[in-house]
């Protein structure tokens, strides 16, 4: 679920900054507030189909006995944030189209700083447990939407406000939209699965192993978030460029968030390599898994550069609408490549837990060639009609 969403966003992005780059601010508006309605319905429609459909999805998933029943209240309340959270969603899509990073920012944050005191005051004050932990991150989600909707229909740009007359759906938008979102969710969705199925595989090897591989990811978070930011950004930068018919700028906007992506990922690596130990040793106490977490992180850290060129490559090929070769990208990724290299290297192979490392390390590497011959694909021409 989170997957459409993921693919609404960026198909809002491609479309709405390709309008504004053309100078065709009504037609910018009204595909905003179509987005906007889209968002408000499939929110509504998932949040009837966790409620509902609950129970059944939590057997699917294992989940017995005690486990089950609390499985079953966590998600039913959280399906109530789905709404919320599509909305947030197209609200960052819109603004992120327009130039404006700040305000998801604010607003998301003021949510987070939320979510941990609700966290702390439903579950240790008034002591309700699991349904507490579920219900704040709910009201945390549900308070960002009035502020999206007023900032979006009180904009200082009178030309980008929202109007209620704009919330229509047009066959021909919403064809275009569909177009461009779908290849994008089917992306996210599968990428979700491969790493769900990476998961299990990883557990395979001990506990030790997963939870290194846990710790070691978030170290890599520290310095793979930003770079995925600045690809998110250059996806509306290049939308831009490409509706005002700007090849050259796109181009140019492609090689300097690269440039700026290595340049943060390779000094972040430089930083944190010497201190490696220590920050993992925050992370757990156990030998094991500590020696076993410094051993992945080297590789993260070596092929953390390959990964920012990787972000960088999805903000190519988003911004331009061209959501297919990131499809195509994104799932061989997994799919074609690292999966397939994992369990070759764990049944004919002696590498042990090594084979991980080595597999994501030659996916990372084979990847960037592909995405290369991708990104001589691109054309720099409008995705929509003027």
């Known amino acids: ?10 198909a809002g992005v491609a479309i709405i900054s ?9 037609k ?12 408000i319905i499939i929110g509504l429609i998932i949040n009837a189909a966790l409620f509902i459909f609950a129970p059944i999805v939590m057997r699917l998933m294992g989940a017995k006995d005690d486990v089950l029943e609390l ?31 700040t305000s998801p920012v604010i607003i998301s944050s003021a949510a ?9 005051y439903c579950v240790r004050v008034l002591n309700l447990g699991i349904a507490g932990a579920a219900l704040a991150t709910m009201v945390s989600q549900a308070i960002q939407a009035p502020f999206c909707i007023i900032i ?11 109007h209620l007359s704009d919330m229509k759906f047009k066959l021909d938008d919403m064809r275009k939209l569909y177009d461009i979102a779908i290849p994008s969710a089917a992306s996210q969705a599968l990428s979700s699965l491969g790493f769900l199925i990476l998961q299990a595989t990883i557990l395979d090897f001990g506990k030790n192993v997963a939870a290194a591989f846990s710790i070691g990811n978030k170290i890599s978070n520290l310095l793979l978030i930003p770079t995925a ?6 996806a509306a930068f290049i939308g831009q460029s490409v509706g005002a018919g700007n090849k050259e700028r796109a181009r140019n906007a492609y090689k300097v968030s690269r440039n ?17 130990k220590e920050m993992l040793s925050l992370l757990t106490n156990d030998s094991l898994t500590l020696s076993i977490s410094m051993e992945y992180i080297f590789w993260v850290l070596l092929t953390q550069p390959l990964m920012s060129m990787f972000q960088n490559f999805l903000g190519l090929f988003n911004g331009s609408g061209n959501t297919g070769l990131s499809f195509r990208m994104s799932t061989a990724r997994l799919w074609v490549i690292r999966l397939p290299l994992i369990e070759c290297f764990k049944h004919f192979t002696n590498l042990d837990r090594s084979g991980i490392w080595y597999a994501m390390v030659i996916s990372n590497i084979l990847i960037l060639i592909y995405g290369a011959f991708l990104a001589k694909r691109v054309d720099y021409e409008p995705k929509v009609a003027k």
């Open 71 to 101: 499985a079953i209240i966590y998600l039913r309340i959280r399906s109530f944030e789905m709404t919320f959270l599509f909305i947030f969603t197209a609200f960052q899509a819109i603004r992120q189209a327009n130039g404006d990073t």
């Open 28 to 39: 910018a508006r009204k595909n905003s507030a179509m987005l906007l309605s889209l968002a």
């Open 260 to 276: 700026i992506g290595l340049f943060i990922s390779i000094t972040g690596c430089l930083i944190i390599y010497p201190f490696r």
């Open 112 to 120: 987070v700083f939320v979510n941990i005191f609700l966290t702390a």
């Open 152 to 162: 979006l229909f009180r904009v200082k740009d009178k030309e980008m406000r929202l």
């Open 229 to 234: 930011a600045l690809g998110s950004i250059l």
């Open 18 to 26: 390709q309008y504004i780059g053309m100078k065709s601010i009504e």
């Open 1 to 10: 679920f989170l997957a459409l969403s993921t693919g609404l966003a960026v």
